[in-house]
């Protein structure tokens, strides 16, 4: 299953519909916060049924970056 995370300052949001990820992640990059696209996929391994996920950053856009 493939789902997509939107998390901004004010937490994470989930949605099954890309276009809708998209139209709340530029939402949020309007508004100057700090917000991450995620695609995110869970499978479960078939010899032990765990499940597990597998997040992808597809874009992102912030205000502020770290000095290191």
Known sequence: MQRFRVECNFGSRYFSDFEKAKHYFNKCKNKH?????WTVRY??????GKCF???V???FSGTYLPKY
């Open 33 to 37: 916060l700090d917000v991450e696209f």
């Open 53 to 55: 996920a597998i997040q």
């Open 43 to 48: 499978a479960t391994c078939p010899t032990s």
């Open 57 to 59: 950053l597809i874009a």
